[in-house]
Antibody, heavy 120, light 107 residues
Framework: EVQLVESGGGLVQPGGSLRLSCAAS????????MSWVRQAPGKGLEWVAN????????YYLDSVKGRFTISRDNAKNSLFLQMNSLRAEDTAVYYC?????????????WGQGTLVTVSS | DIQMTQSPSSLSASVGDRVTITCRAR??????LNWYQQKPGKAPKLLIF???SLQSGVPSRFSGSGSGTDFTLTISSLQPEDFATYYC?????????FGQGTEVQIK
């Protein structure tokens, strides 16, 4: 059974930093692109970042470029999101998601999410 | 960025009703269109990928159609567990973008 379990969320002041983790199990983690998606309270879904299987390619939402860094440790089946210079508008539930590729790209599994609150 | 627009933003329907949600892309995205269901406090769940392919384990009352710029998610006979918010998503171009969501409520 595929499982994705996020951790690391919490309350942080504007300008602060936070590192999110996602522990993956039930599939060959090193064979798949992975992603972070967020959802502000009461709002819709917003893709944040993608990372290739070996970490050699990374893509970001423009509003987080230069502030957020996606990374992975295939030996530990883990995905990370380092978030620096946090802003109030980064407040959201952050989900990690596994990317499936079958002609198209789509998120076939999601974690339960971890809440990040940026506030003074 | 490719803007995705869903309609309606919300709808009220009864158990057994046929429900149709539409999603329009601002430019052609071929069939790089996915649909997700999200219930309150839960993670989204994949329903349909590549515009019309049903994800394994998803009931056959869900179906998707369309190509290019106009897409449809249909629930043939609404069930109590289908009351949720539905999102379309394009993965044709980065940044991958979602529609604003359609909330399906009980009439």
């Amino acid at each position: 059974e595929v499982q994705l379990v996020e951790s690391g969320g919490g309350l942080v002041q504007p300008g602060g930093s936070l590192r999110l983790s996602c522990a993956a199990s039930g599939f060959t983690f090193s064979s798949y692109w992975m992603s972070w998606v967020r959802q502000a309270p009461g709002k819709g879904l917003e893709w944040v970042a993608n990372i290739k299987q070996d970490g050699s390619e990374k893509y970001y939402l423009d509003s987080v470029k230069g502030r957020f860094t996606i990374s992975r440790d295939n030996a530990k089946n883990s995905l990370f999101l380092q978030m620096n210079s946090l802003r109030a508008e980064d407040t959201a539930v952050y989900y990690c998601a596994k990317i499936a590729v079958a002609g198209n790209y789509y998120f076939d599994y999601w974690g339960q999410g971890t809440l990040v609150t940026v506030s003074s | 960025d490719i803007q995705m627009t869903q309609s309606p933003s919300s709808l009220s329907a009864s158990v057994g009703d046929r429900v149709t949600i539409t999603c329009r892309a601002r430019q052609s995205i071929s069939d790089f269109l996915n649909w997700y269901q999200q219930k309150p406090g839960k993670a989204p769940k994949l329903l349909i990928f590549s515009a019309s392919s049903l994800q394994s384990g998803v009931p056959s009352r869900f179906s998707g159609s369309g190509s290019g710029t106009d897409f449809t998610l249909t629930i043939s006979s609404l069930q109590p567990e289908d009351f949720a918010t539905y999102y379309c998503q394009q993965t044709y171009n980065s940044p991958w973008t979602f529609g604003q969501g359609t909330e399906v409520q009980i009439k």
